[in-house]
């Protein structure tokens, strides 16, 4: 077993890391404090790739592997939260499903704009006010086939990048019992954008209610086949996870970084306080943690890469990591005394962005459903 980064995938990293830490992580706070999105190192993501990251180049994408894409999204986290979400959520919810069912048509209009930066971002809505995590009973927006056009009612919620995007991927009931992906352009007659959610944290990636009444785009906008929506939004919930998980080792780190230097820097007690074992033991916790949920996270981003199965090791590590950076972002507050709860200091701020990670994208009590009933299908 290999556990080494190929050469390309170590450049990659870098790079990624060199111009984050340059063109994102000085506005984290700004953009925290601000709620407003960093749409200048967005626009300078594109000829980095970064827009594109599962995007095939003939669209004009980079098309890395799924292991390089998730070690763009964890440098992303490392960064800036906020920033990270918006760019995981562009490639791997609202880019993803295009990439991977969408005719050559839909992706010769859609994707290329998209991983440019020369324009907005993606996007995918699939929650209802009143589904929650119940997409197979609970979706109740509808698409009606009239001529060659749909024709679409009902509103989402919690759709992340809505304001930002220029076209959103929906989840819509196309017949009575099935669902079926239709992309719709934010900018069609009918839709409607709500205000951004006000949130503990990721301010600067927003997040909108979003309606439609009587909204009409081509038939052509069909993502795949007609009825098999909800298999698609699966798969792609499953590559999506593995981003939020690589995000929470970015934002774990950026945590851990922190509280070891102010370790060594803060002195009580006539020494550093990195020299109690309190301290010692709270850091050697935290790295144990991260190191463990990096290779739960690389290891399902590898399978992804291989064409294996990967959705049981996609929630597993969606699960340990985005509950170990909330334990991780915990323990860095508390190693920084009350100095940690001012916002003078970016823990704080990374703890409230990590907070939405157990949530987002499947909270863990529906990673472990997913987790246990591959196990016990396996068993049959």
């Not at 929470?248 to 851990?256: C, D, K, V, Y």
Request: proline share 4%.
């Amino acid at each position: 077993m290999n556990f080494d980064l190929s050469e390309e995938q170590k450049l990659w990293r870098e790079a990624v890391h060199d111009f984050v830490a340059k063109e994102v992580q000085p506005k984290a706070r700004e953009v925290d404090e601000t709620g407003e999105f960093n749409w200048d190192a967005t626009h300078k993501m594109g000829p980095l790739g970064l827009l594109g990251l599962n995007v095939p180049e003939e669209y004009g994408g980079s098309g890395v592997d799924a292991l390089s894409a998730a070690l763009a999204i964890e440098q992303l986290g490392w960064a800036c939260g906020s920033t990270a979400l918006a760019i995981a959520a562009h490639n791997g919810l609202g880019c993803a499903p295009i990439t991977a069912y969408g005719s050559d048509q839909l992706k010769q209009r859609f994707l290329p704009p998209a991983a440019s930066g020369r324009g907005q971002l993606a996007a995918l809505a699939l929650t209802e006010p009143g589904a929650g995590s119940d997409l197979k009973g609970g979706v109740q927006t509808r698409a009606e086939l009239q001529g060659d056009e749909w024709v679409i009612n009902g509103s989402k919620m919690w759709c992340t990048n809505a304001s930002i995007a220029d076209f959103i991927v929906t989840l819509v009931r196309t017949d009575p019992e099935a669902l079926s992906l239709i992309v719709v352009p934010t900018d069609a007659p009918g839709l409607s954008i709500g205000p951004a959610e006000k949130k503990m944290g990721l301010k600067g990636s927003p997040t909108h209610a979003v309606s439609y009444q009587d909204v009409r785009v081509p038939a052509a906008n069909l993502v795949g086949e007609r009825g098999k929506g909800l298999a698609y939004t699966l798969a792609t919930l499953d590559g999506g996870r593995i981003g939020i998980g690589a995000l929470s080792l970015g934002l774990a780190q950026a945590a851990l970084d922190e509280a070891l230097k102010y370790a060594q820097e803060r002195h009580t007690f006539g020494q550093p306080i990195a020299g109690h074992q309190a301290i010692q033991w709270m850091l050697a916790d935290a790295e144990t943690q991260l190191q463990a949920a990096r290779l739960l996270v690389y290891r399902a981003a590898w399978a992804k890469q291989q064409g294996r199965p990967f959705s049981q090791l996609a929630a597993m590590a969606k699960l340990f990591a985005t509950e170990a950076a909330e334990k991780i972002c915990r323990d860095a507050i508390q190693i920084h005394g009350g100095y940690g709860y001012s916002s003078e200091y970016p823990v704080e701020r990374i703890y409230r962005d990590a907070r939405l990670m157990t949530i987002g994208e499947g909270t863990s009590e529906i990673q472990r459903l997913v987790i246990a009933r591959h196990m016990l299908a396996e068993g049959d």
